[in-house]
């Protein structure tokens, strides 16, 4: 039977997440996108709440909770809806640690899982998108090659969060014209992590570009060894954490453009009570909540390991729209004063464009 209401379980998550966008996150997210960083007290006490090591088993060093899909796209949400940036730097180990989980090797596990279930916060991310126009994961121009027993790398990505501090990246490419990963460490030989990415939205998360000159990788570290791994499973994993995320920045952009219209009087009363206010602001609510039941469907399968790249897919794409249009539609309900940086609904805005091109920076 399906359920759209959260279990008990979950919904102590959800609050849990939503106490600390408020108290936390609410606080600092205009401050931290004009200084283009983020606190470290703030991704520490983040850290603090296992939101990615809770997943991983005891043999491991982890508390053992359950993987589940639906749980990771409410907190997604929760955690985008009070910052998108910050959501993207708390959650960006997960990149690399649910993929290992998922389809590492035993050996994979061992070696790498540990290392996220400290107490402190520790870096990881994941290079996925490539600069050039025609980029399709499924295509991918970053190759991967055998010589001599181990994996060569060469290739050029972009949009990859963190990778400064990262400490372990998990590099996308195509071996043998399929898009495979492999794990590798900072340190690599042939890793060149360029400048800070300029980027219009998300400016409190850290973007780079990477270059891959002939970077060697031992056959050990192709994600599942020479079983390789699901490419098109981890993609819908990233799509539904975005869709999720779209979700967040949307509903934050909605509920603040529906209390200032409220609260707004022009000509005598509220400007909610003006009909193309009103029906605006109706459309919004509308959108947010059918994409939230896509994401939780596509989530739903994936937990179920049934095939969900068409559920993932679709929400995705109607995710991407919905973010722009609502971010948008909240800055027209302010009128002049959405286009000034005294209200956040202009930094949803620019948040809210940019999910069309952040494939793969989220994970759940």
């Known amino acids: 039977m399906v359920s759209f209401s959260p279990s008990e379980e979950q919904q102590m998550i959800m609050n849990m997440v939503r106490q600390f966008a408020v108290n936390e996150m609410r606080k600092h997210y205009r401050e931290c996108d004009e200084n283009g960083g983020i606190p470290a007290g703030i991704i520490e006490a983040a850290w603090q709440l296992g939101l990615v090591s809770n997943c991983i088993p005891e043999e491991y060093g982890g508390v053992g909770g359950e993987r589940s899909m639906v749980t990771g796209a409410l907190i997604a949400e929760e955690l985008a809806w009070g910052d998108l940036a910050m959501a993207m730097h708390i959650l960006c180990p997960a990149l690399v640690v649910l993929p290992v989980l998922d389809m590492g090797t035993e050996e994979q ?10 107490d ?4 990881a991310t994941a290079a996925l998108i490539e600069p050039r126009f025609d980029f399709d994961p499924y295509s991918l121009s970053t190759s991967a090659r055998l010589d001599n027993g181990n994996y060569v790398l060469s290739g050029q990505k972009c949009y990859v969060p963190l990778a400064a501090d990262a400490e372990l990246l998990l590099i996308y490419a195509s071996l043998d014209g399929q898009s495979q990963c492999f794990i590798i460490e900072r340190d690599t030989v042939g890793l060149d992590i360029g400048e800070r990415e300029k980027n219009m939205g998300i400016k409190a998360l850290a973007t780079y570009e990477l270059a891959l000159k002939d970077c060697r990788v031992s056959k050990g570290n192709r994600l599942g060894a020479e079983n390789g791994c699901d490419f098109a499973r981890i993609m819908n994993c990233s799509r539904v954490a975005l869709a999720a995320m779209a979700v967040g920045v949307a509903r934050a952009a909605f509920e603040y453009s529906r209390d200032y219209a409220k609260e707004r009087v022009a000509f005598g009363e509220p400007i909610a009570a003006r009909q193309a206010i009103a029906f605006m602001l109706a459309e919004m609510a509308i959108e947010i909540d059918a994409t939230r039941l896509m994401v939780w469907e596509a989530a739903w399968k994936l937990d179920r390991r049934e095939e969900a790249t068409r559920e993932a897919s679709l929400v995705k794409l109607y995710a991407d729209d919905m973010a722009i249009v609502t971010t948008d539609r909240a800055v027209q309900i302010l009128g ?7 209200h956040p609904v202009e930094l949803w805005l620019r948040n809210g464009r940019g999910f069309a091109t952040f494939d793969g920076m989220a994970m759940v």
């Open 109 to 118: 596990r061992k070696k790498y899982l540990p290392a996220f279930c400290g």
């Open 120 to 123: 402190k916060y520790k870096a």
């Open 336 to 342: 002049g004063h959405g286009y000034v940086r005294e």
